[in-house]
């Protein structure tokens, strides 16, 4: 899975934990260090972002450049009316503004700490749970999740239908 594959290709998750992490679990650690190395180790976001907005402002010149540019319209792949290139750099300009946002409100929910131990109810910590979880999420700059997510990997879903949709544009 790709869980196991960034956990085997990257720092051993001992070398990450804070001496907070007595008490958490397994599933805890590594939900949290996956989160961790997606906005730290890698940056994802960053990468992606960076590239997005080259391609955003390419688009946005072509689009003006090419706006009286007459071309072959298409539609479901045959010829059609006359149309602008200008108007089809629009298009596909328009469509990647909307997986920009789509990444983005991604990003909010992906990029959280997991630290609830065992079976989520924080009891390893005692009564200081929440300040845990507050404290190594502010630390490491991630949001703090308001339940566990262990048992729960639409996010990591999320994230990969998202950039199915990104690449596919």
Not at 15 to 31: E, H, K, Q
Not at 60 to 85: C, E, F, I, N
Not at 106 to 127: I, P, Y
Not at 133 to 150: N, Q, S, T
Request: with cysteine; aromatic share 8%.
């Amino acid at each position: 899975s790709l869980s196991l594959s960034l956990q085997r290709n990257f720092l051993p998750l001992s070398a990450l934990y804070p001496p907070s992490f007595r008490g958490s679990s397994r599933c805890s650690r590594n939900s949290f260090s996956l989160s961790l190395r997606l906005s730290h180790k890698i940056d994802v976001f960053s990468i992606v972002e960076r590239d997005f907005a080259a391609i955003v402002q390419k688009l946005l010149k072509h689009a003006g450049d090419y706006r009286s540019l007459v071309t072959v319209g298409r539609t479901h792949g045959q010829h059609a009316l006359p149309t602008t290139m200008g108007l089809k750099f629009a298009v596909w300009l328009d469509e990647l503004l909307r997986n920009g946002e789509r990444l983005q409100e991604c990003r909010k929910r992906l990029l959280v700490c997991q630290m609830f131990g065992g079976v989520g109810t924080m009891a390893g910590f005692g009564e200081h749970g929440q300040e845990i979880l507050a404290g190594v999420a502010d630390l490491l700059g991630l949001g703090k999740a308001r339940v566990a997510w262990h048992a729960s990997r639409d996010r990591l879903a999320e994230f990969i239908a998202v950039s199915t949709v990104l690449a596919g544009t």
